[in-house]
């Protein structure tokens, strides 16, 4: 909440007009401090230790679709909300400040540009597999129909591996919890998209998403699940109790719902933020909390949902405390799924505040766990064509027009009219460049918005540059140089002592 009304204040100044003080009017940024700057970081970076101990616990956060330009542009954002600010972009995101840091290559087993599904897939598994596909390697094809063909060639997820060894686990989104990224952790299936048995074609003989997720045969199941996409787990009669006028999604009558109560002692299934506060952590064995039919509220939108829903930071630090009753440690992925949704909207200030989010929820991990025990990982699936470009001044704000230093007027492109920072080469913005475009910073600041894009699409799509992995913890200092995706799993089994795969 306090981010977001600082935000709100911010642009709600640069819509008056109120003019912005230059940072070095104000704080002059001398040779002598950038060599200081310089100096203490270096001192830093030579006190740092390999934590080369094993972990007790695992907590993986994946920003969907956050590649570099939208931490950059959401690092910005949230720095130009703070009080004597130098301009925004000296700020850091709370994961940004993590020791260890490595680049992850996020091509799939068939694309150059990958989607979720075997980006996820090659996180928690070890092994790329082909896009549309949920850990089954490779050599399965897209929508593969026999359960005969799935099952053979199913992959370990470490999730799995976690609850073999007796370990908790628990999956948070803010999508759908039957969505790829969240989905791949548990389910096993050659269509991402047959997430309840209505979207399952006649013919397929494995189970759908949901189903999998509740049934669920390893260990004593997840302790934890929180998200969206209640519609996949109730049946096509029974009105949504948030929404009473739609209804469930499944064919099969199922109520998986109650379902999960039924499999589980001590579980309690919530819909809302009323049912989410009330639980006490310390009586509470197995968690389902579905918050909307579909995915949950960006984070702008959050305190507009009539039902209430929790952030992410709440969801993680539930979660949390959950899961860290079990003495033999966890296992937790925690997704901001809807920073990739605003980016194929094109709309740039949505994906910006729900990584601003991500960083709080990650902030609330690093001072809910104990660094010697806990590796912490943040990274991407993958990124976006979103863009940072033109030559604005120190402090210009992000989501606004370009004005270049000493210049009093906008900056302009080959036909007259002023262009924001931030783009896409691709998606729903696009205008015609014989189109007459007067765009003002009210306009564009707006959270509405949708930014320019060069090729006209539908839908905004995903990019293959590297993203980045930041970590912090037992076995972290194992991360570094460029690797491929499935490096991550690679560390996460070594950190928890797993054998990789098995």
């Not at 990958?114 to 896009?131: C, E, L, Q």
């Not at 609850?163 to 908790?168: A, D, I, N, V």
């Not at 969206?228 to 109790?241: I, V």
């Not at 310390?282 to 959050?302: A, C, K, N, P, T």
Request: charged share 25%.
């Amino acid at each position: 909440m306090k981010n977001r009304l600082t935000i709100a204040l911010m642009l709600a100044n640069l819509l008056l007009g109120v003019s912005h003080v230059s940072w070095a009017d104000k704080n002059p940024e001398t040779p002598q401090f950038w060599l200081d700057s310089g100096i203490n970081a270096i001192e830093a970076a030579e006190k740092l230790t390999s934590n080369k101990k094993y972990a007790k616990n695992v907590i993986l956060f994946v920003g969907d679709g956050m590649g570099i330009s939208t931490i950059t542009a959401a690092r910005i954002l949230e720095g130009q909300t703070l009080p004597d600010n130098r301009g925004g972009e000296e700020h850091s995101l709370s994961f940004e400040r993590l020791p260890y840091v490595a680049l992850s290559k996020t091509y799939s087993a068939n694309q150059q540009t990958p989607d979720s599904a075997p980006t996820m897939t090659a996180i928690i598994t070890g092994v790329k597999t082909n896009d549309g596909e949920l850990s089954v390697d490779g050599t399965v094809r897209h929508q593969e129909k026999s359960a005969e063909v799935i099952n053979a060639h199913k992959l370990k997820t470490l999730l799995e591996q976690a609850e073999e060894k007796g370990l908790s686990t628990g999956v948070v989104s803010t999508a759908r919890i039957t969505h790829a990224t969240p989905a791949a952790c548990y389910a096993h299936t050659s269509g991402r998209d047959w997430e309840s048995d209505a979207d399952v074609p006649a013919g397929v003989g494995i189970n759908d998403i949901a189903r999998q997720l509740v049934d669920f045969p390893y260990g004593n199941g997840l302790e934890v699940v929180l998200g969206g996409g209640r519609e996949k787990f109730l049946p096509n009669t029974q009105p949504d109790p948030e929404d009473t006028d739609k209804k469930g999604s499944r064919k099969d009558g199922l109520d998986l719902t109650q379902q999960w109560l039924n499999h589980h002692p001590k579980s309690v299934y919530v819909y809302n933020k009323a049912g989410f506060d009330a639980i006490d952590a310390r009586q509470v064995d197995h968690l389902l909390g579905l918050f909307e039919r579909s995915h949950m509220h960006y984070e702008h939108d959050r305190p507009n949902d009539k039902g209430g829903e929790p952030s992410l930071t709440e969801m993680t630090a539930k979660a949390i405390e959950i899961l860290s009753r079990n003495k033999k440690g966890y296992f937790l992925m925690v997704e901001a799924g809807r920073i990739d949704q605003a980016h194929h909207e094109g709309n740039a200030f949505r994906a910006l505040t729900d990584t601003v989010e991500l960083s709080n929820a990650v902030r609330k991990a690093l001072e809910k766990t104990d660094n010697r025990n806990t590796l912490i990982i943040v990274t991407a699936d993958h990124s976006h064509t979103f863009t940072i470009a033109g030559y604005p001044e120190r402090g210009n704000p992000i989501l606004g027009l370009v004005k270049e230093p000493g210049e009093v007027n906008l900056a302009k492109d080959k036909n007259g009219n002023p262009y924001t920072t931030l783009s896409y080469a691709n998606g729903p913005g696009y205008r015609a460049a014989t189109s007459p475009l007067a765009l003002t910073n009210e306009e564009t600041m707006h959270p509405d918005f949708l930014q320019a894009s060069a090729v006209p699409l539908a839908r905004e799509t995903h990019a293959a540059d590297d993203v980045v992995i930041f970590a912090t913890g037992p076995k972290a200092y194992l991360f570094h140089g460029v690797q491929e995706q499935t490096y991550i799993y690679q560390v996460m089994a070594k950190a928890l002592k797993f054998k990789p795969g098995r």
